[in-house]
């Protein structure tokens, strides 16, 4: 290091000084850099080439695929004639999901408020890594719970005839899944309330509860859905847990209790034996295809969310 | 005009709505923390009153083998996504430019953290299994469990670094050192406490990944522990090998129920062992980042 001297003649300026110590290393991590980048565009265009085959190859409308509930769809390479019409599996992943979020929403913003308004310390000691746990338990082992403790539980107290798999029971363990995130995410929103707000309400002479409701959720809005919506992506995308317990009928549920089929449970559980390039197999593409372009739409309106919420600040 | 009995009955519904609402928020917190409790608690227990000496071995009825792939499943996978996630982090803190690439790459990222684990093992199956003609194998696993663990570590390192105090590098550059000398040898090492968290993290996810590795990993596994030929598919360090792991050997033997009798047993206990490992790791990383806390806050 003694040879290095400021100014500009000193070694440190000669190119293969500089290449040494500065290029090789700042060309690796941009080639890291781009090779993320590769790596998301490839997965979408590999997603966007098998799942539209379906569309391209074996000439099924979008239309079929969507809104029809005709499945038999042929299982041989390069053979088409059958029905691919995707509605029930579409269907059980909206009902679904649907059910976890009506159920976990709430639960969540309750926390959330709990963990930071009410009680902040028990909040960052208890609920904190508590919260952290939930979401570190595997799906599996959610899945494995609602197989052995909640399906049994539905089939005993509600008499469910499929013997407890059903939409109500998908629902609970997806509930389960997604609160941490909504919890984290509106708890984070939250806390970002500034203080003078709260201070301007309770000298006013609010109650906790009034500033809770009228300054804080109107304030952490943009946050809260944000919550929701992470919360709803990854309900959209659970594959295993749903399909442990959802019972992997094929038919449109008559009610919360009888089971029906989803998106990611199909996919699971026929990938593995459909004839690549068949048009079963196109079919379960084209499905993955739709739940990227869930998670994409997802990420669109969290971004419109956030920006939203920007220009409101600035105002 | 407002009379002053209306205003006392005013606050009074004011003042008892408050307290209700403060009952409910104790209530959904304590719930919360019970149900958890349950959870952790039922799991482990079924585990521990399953148990059967058995389980430990690496034979058909017990879990050795599922629990040293998955091991070393995201030993692998850590060995990939961490290179190249830190590099990346570091690209995005400290050369990419405010811009289109930058921004481009933050929604690359945004989009490979949100994807569905089910289509990133779509994705892995079609591109390191059926594209090279390969069987189920433990290096596709780990490779799509490294598209999985890469939006973590790249944040992480991204943040880290660039919440290091500005002095560091203007200190590390006014010395005359190149920017790349100032990340190698100032702001990584400084960085790096916090960057293990995160891939302690990513690892702790990687031990109850299942989606992803179903059609890339594989649903079975066949070890000789006496071959260490590592090109034989049943040495155990073989990454060329099937390896499935503990989180998919609960979702393998939820079917194999008439198969083998013990199928409820190994699933509970590979529950509780997951959950120990998992927790295990949120702990560690819980400790460090506390430990990092500390020390940041005493400068």
């Known amino acids: ?315 | 005009m407002i009379k002053r009995k209306d205003t006392e009955k005013c606050m009074a519904r004011a003042k008892a709505a408050d307290r209700a609402m403060t009952g409910i928020f104790y209530s959904v917190g304590g719930f919360f923390l019970l149900l958890l409790l349950l959870l952790a608690g039922y799991i482990i227990f079924k585990g521990i009153t399953d148990f059967y000496p058995e389980l430990l071995t690496f034979g058909r009825n017990g879990i050795g083998n599922q629990f040293f792939n998955t091991v070393y499943l995201v030993f692998l996978s850590l060995v990939i996504s961490v290179p190249l996630g830190i590099a990346a982090g570091i690209y995005m803190a400290e050369y990419a430019k405010e811009g289109q690439i930058l921004s481009f790459l933050r929604v690359s990222i945004e989009s490979l953290s949100s994807l569905p684990s089910i289509v990133v093992g779509l994705f892995g199956y079609l591109v390191f299994i059926l594209m090279t003609g390969a069987k189920w194998n433990l290096m596709a696993g780990a490779m799509a469990v490294s598209i999985l663990n890469l939006p973590l570590i790249t944040t992480t390192t991204e943040d880290a670094i660039r919440s290091l105090p500005r002095g560091y590098k203007e200190g590390s550059m006014a010395l005359g050192a190149t920017h790349w000398q100032t990340i190698d040898r100032v702001l990584l090492p400084t960085s790096l406490p916090r960057i293990i968290t995160g891939v302690i993290l990513a690892a702790g996810r990687g031990f109850g990944e299942a989606a992803a590795l179903l059609y890339t990993a594989g649903q079975s596994t066949n070890i000789n522990w006496s071959n260490w030929n590592p090109a034989s598919p049943t040495c155990p360090l073989n990454p060329f090998r099937p390896g499935e792991t503990l989180a998919l050997h609960i979702w393998v033997m939820r079917t194999e129920g008439s198969l083998n009798p013990n199928s409820t047993a190994i699933a509970n206990f590979s529950a509780a062992v997951l959950i120990i490992m998992v927790l295990g790791f949120s702990l560690l990383a819980r400790f460090l980042a506390r430990r990092i806390d500390r020390k940041t806050g005493g400068l």
Request: aromatic share 10%.
């Open chain 1, 1 to 315: 290091m003694t040879k290095q001297r400021s100014g500009g003649l000193g070694p440190q300026n000669s190119t293969a000084y500089r290449l040494k110590k500065e290029y090789l290393g700042r060309g690796a991590v941009t080639v890291c850099g781009i090779l993320i980048i590769l790596l998301t565009l490839s997965i979408g265009i590999f997603l966007l080439v098998k799942g539209t085959g379906t569309f391209t190859k074996y000439h099924h409308s979008v239309w079929e695929f969507l809104f029809s509930a005709d499945w038999s769809p042929m299982d041989r390479a390069d053979q088409g004639g059958g029905t691919v019409g995707a509605a029930i599996y579409i269907c059980g992943t909206f009902l679904t999901c649907g059910l976890a979020l009506l159920i976990a929403a709430p639960f969540s913003l309750a926390a959330a408020v709990f963990m930071t308004e009410i009680s902040p310390k028990t909040g960052s000691r208890l609920f904190q890594p508590a919260v952290e746990i939930f979401v570190g338990i595997p799906s599996v082992v959610y899945g494995w719970i609602g197989l052995t403790v909640l399906v049994p539980f539905i089939r005993d107290v509600f008499g469910a005839k499929m013997g407890g798999f059903s939409v109500l029971a998908a629902g609970i363990v997806l509930a389960v899944m997604i609160f941490p995130t909504i919890t984290t995410v509106s708890a984070d929103a939250i806390r970002s309330v500034p203080w003078d707000y709260r201070n301007a309400a309770y000298g006013m002479g609010s109650t906790r509860w009034q500033v809770i409701y009228h300054i804080v959720f109107p304030a952490a809005r943009p946050g809260i859905f944000t919550g929701i919506i992470l919360g709803l992506s990854r309900a959209v995308g659970e594959a295993l847990a749903v399909a442990m317990v959802i019972g992997k009928t094929r038919a449109f549920p008559a009610n919360l209790l009888s089971p029906t089929n989803n998106l990611t449970a199909a996919i699971a559980a026929d990938m593995g034996n459909s004839a690549d390039g068949g048009e079963h197999n196109l079919a379960l593409w084209s499905m993955a295809l739709l739940l990227f372009s869930f998670s994409m739409l997802f990420i669109f309106i969290i971004h419109r969310i956030s920006r939203k919420g920007r220009d409101r600040d600035k105002a």
